[in-house]
């Protein structure tokens, strides 16, 4: 599955953006899929994920301030991300895996077999 993340931009702090993430090429809804950032001069983190049964799981950091969501008849995934804090800055990847179970996650990046390439989001203060 091909996938592209698009929707980033620059935005103040307290601010709100909406990720997108469209996939084609397979079927998408076969997929688990998850969203992971990278800072510059860090590693890259786990930070949404939402499984084939639409179960969602995320990093504490953005707990009440993130939601995960997929449209599979647009094969879409979204990230709305409100309150946005100088710290989410980063770039942010799309990724896609396959899993078990109907609601099986992960947060570790090597479980997912396919991503898309990244979009900027920028928090200032």
């Known amino acids: 599955v091909q996938l592209q993340a698009s929707g980033g931009g620059l935005v103040q702090a307290g601010g709100s953006l909406r990720l997108s993430c469209a996939g084609s090429?397979?079927?998408?809804?076969?997929?688990?899929l998850g969203w992971f950032r990278q800072a510059p001069g860090k590693e890259r983190e786990f930070v949404a994920a939402?499984?084939?049964?639409?179960?969602?799981y995320y990093t504490n950091s953005v707990k009440g301030r993130f939601t995960v969501s997929r449209d599979n008849a647009k094969n879409t995934m979204y990230l709305q991300m409100n309150n946005l804090k100088p710290e989410d800055t980063a770039v942010y990847h799309c990724?896609?895996?396959?899993?078990?179970?109907?609601?099986?996650?992960?947060?570790?990046?090597?479980?997912?077999?396919?991503w898309g390439q990244g979009t900027q989001v920028t928090v200032s203060s």
């Open positions: 990724a896609a895996g396959q899993f078990w179970d109907r609601d099986d996650l992960s947060r570790l990046d090597h479980s997912y077999s396919y």
């Open positions: 090429g397979r079927t998408f809804s076969n997929y688990a």
């Open positions: 939402v499984s084939v049964g639409r179960y969602t």
